[in-house]
C-alpha cells in the first residue's frame, strides 16, 4: 500500500463501509485521519477511531449543511495541523419508478449524494488551494454508467458526481489539487446489503459480471489509495470502476451460435 507519512486526510461517511476501509488504509499508510457521519452515527464514529488508533479522530458533520462541513474540515486542521487529502464517501439512494417518482424523493439523492459532494470539494479545496495543493477522490458508483430500474434519482446523481469530479480537477490543477473520482460496484456494505443478501439481485450482479463475486470495501479502499497517493501524482479528473467488470459494457454472447454455424458447415 502508499506511504501517506506526516499527511492529513478527511473521510466522509468513516463509520462503516468503504469510507472506514478507506480510512484505515491511509491511516495503516502513516496518515492522520478524520472521519465524519451523521451525528447518529456517533456510537459506531467513536468505535470506529477507537478501532483505527491514536492517529484517528472523528467529528459529526451532515453533508447536507454548509456549516457542518466547513466546520468539519476546520476541525481536521485545527486537530491536525493541516489537510492534505479528503474521500467524500457520504451518499444516499431512493427507490421508485420514474412515472411514480416525486420531485421531493427525487431531489433527496442529489441533496445529499450531489450537493454533498460539492461542499465537501468547496471547503476542502478552499483550504488546499492556500497550502500547497493536495488530492481529493469522490465516490460515484456504476449507476452513473448503467441504468438501473427504479433508482433514477440516484443514477442522475452519481452521473452529477462524475460531471463534478471532472470539472473539479480542470479548475484545481492549477493549484496543485487533483480530484478523481471512483465508482464501486456491488459491496458488501450496509447501505447495499440487499445487493448480496437476496439471491436474486446477487445472481443478476454475476450475470453481468466477468469476475463473478461480490466486491469488499477493501476492494475500493486499495484503488482510492493509489489515486490519493504521491504514485497517482500525474492522474487526475479520472473515473476509475471497481465493480467486476460489469461497466465493460458486455456485448452478446455468440458463442452457442458459432458452434451452431460450425456444426451445419461440419455435415
Same mark, same amino acid.
Given at each position: 500500500?502508499?506511504?501517506?507519512?506526516?499527511?492529513?486526510?478527511?473521510?466522509?461517511?468513516?463509520?462503516?463501509?468503504?469510507? %472506514?476501509?478507506?480510512?484505515?488504509?491511509?491511516?495503516?499508510?502513516?496518515?492522520?485521519?478524520?472521519?465524519?457521519?451523521?451525528?447518529?452515527?456517533?456510537?459506531?464514529?467513536?468505535?470506529?477511531?477507537?478501532?483505527?488508533?491514536?492517529?484517528?479522530?472523528?467529528?459529526?458533520?451532515?453533508?447536507?449543511?454548509?456549516?457542518?462541513?466547513?466546520?468539519?474540515?476546520?476541525?481536521?486542521?485545527?486537530? %491536525?495541523?493541516?489537510?492534505?487529502?479528503?474521500?467524500?464517501?457520504?451518499?444516499?439512494?431512493?427507490?421508485? $419508478?420514474?412515472?411514480?417518482?416525486?420531485?421531493?424523493?427525487?431531489?433527496?439523492?442529489?441533496?445529499?449524494?450531489?450537493?454533498?459532494?460539492?461542499?465537501?470539494?468547496?471547503?476542502?479545496?478552499?483550504?488546499?488551494?492556500?497550502?500547497?495543493?493536495?488530492?481529493?477522490?469522490?465516490?460515484?458508483?456504476?449507476?452513473?454508467?448503467?441504468?438501473?430500474?427504479?433508482?433514477?434519482?440516484?443514477?442522475?446523481?452519481?452521473?452529477?458526481?462524475?460531471?463534478?469530479?471532472?470539472?473539479?480537477?480542470?479548475?484545481?490543477?492549477? %493549484?496543485?489539487?487533483?480530484?478523481?473520482?471512483?465508482?464501486?460496484?456491488?459491496?458488501?456494505?450496509?447501505?447495499?446489503?440487499?445487493?448480496?443478501?437476496?439471491?436474486?439481485?446477487?445472481?443478476?450482479?454475476?450475470?453481468?459480471?466477468?469476475?463473478?463475486?461480490?466486491?469488499? $470495501?477493501?476492494?475500493?479502499?486499495?484503488?482510492?489509495? %493509489?489515486?490519493?497517493?504521491?504514485?497517482?501524482?500525474?492522474?487526475?479528473?479520472?473515473?476509475?470502476?471497481?465493480?467486476?467488470?460489469?461497466?465493460?459494457?458486455?456485448? $452478446?454472447?455468440?458463442?452457442?451460435?458459432?458452434?451452431?454455424?460450425?456444426?451445419?458447415?461440419?455435415?
Amino acid at each position: 500500500m502508499p506511504r501517506f507519512d506526516r499527511k492529513v486526510a478527511f473521510v466522509t461517511a468513516g463509520a462503516t463501509g468503504i469510507g %472506514f476501509a478507506t480510512a484505515k488504509a491511509l491511516a495503516e499508510g502513516g496518515a492522520s485521519v478524520m472521519i465524519s457521519s451523521l451525528a447518529s452515527d456517533e456510537e459506531k464514529l467513536c468505535e470506529a477511531s477507537e478501532e483505527l488508533g491514536e492517529t484517528v479522530d472523528y467529528v459529526l458533520c451532515d453533508v447536507r449543511n454548509d456549516d457542518d462541513v466547513d466546520t468539519a474540515v476546520g476541525r481536521t486542521v485545527e486537530r %491536525f495541523g493541516s489537510l492534505d487529502l479528503a474521500f467524500n464517501c457520504a451518499g444516499t439512494g431512493t427507490y421508485a $419508478p420514474i412515472r411514480d417518482q416525486s420531485a421531493e424523493d427525487f431531489t433527496e439523492n442529489f441533496e445529499t449524494t450531489l450537493l454533498g459532494t460539492l461542499r465537501c470539494l468547496r471547503a476542502e479545496a478552499n483550504y488546499m488551494a492556500e497550502h500547497g495543493g493536495g488530492a481529493i477522490v469522490n465516490v460515484s458508483s456504476i449507476a452513473a454508467r448503467v441504468t438501473h430500474p427504479s433508482m433514477a434519482g440516484y443514477c442522475a446523481a452519481k452521473a452529477g458526481v462524475n460531471m463534478l469530479t471532472r470539472c473539479a480537477a480542470a479548475e484545481f490543477g492549477e %493549484f496543485g489539487i487533483r480530484v478523481n473520482g471512483v465508482m464501486p460496484g456491488a459491496i458488501r456494505t450496509p447501505m447495499a446489503s440487499m445487493l448480496y443478501d437476496y439471491e436474486v439481485s446477487k445472481r443478476e450482479f454475476f450475470r453481468l459480471m466477468a469476475i463473478k463475486r461480490i466486491g469488499e $470495501p477493501e476492494d475500493v479502499a486499495r484503488m482510492a489509495a %493509489f489515486l490519493l497517493s504521491e504514485e497517482a501524482s500525474w492522474v487526475t479528473g479520472q473515473i476509475v470502476a471497481v465493480d467486476g467488470g460489469i461497466t465493460i459494457d458486455r456485448g $452478446p454472447d455468440l458463442i452457442p451460435l458459432f458452434d451452431e454455424m460450425a456444426q451445419a458447415s461440419s455435415r
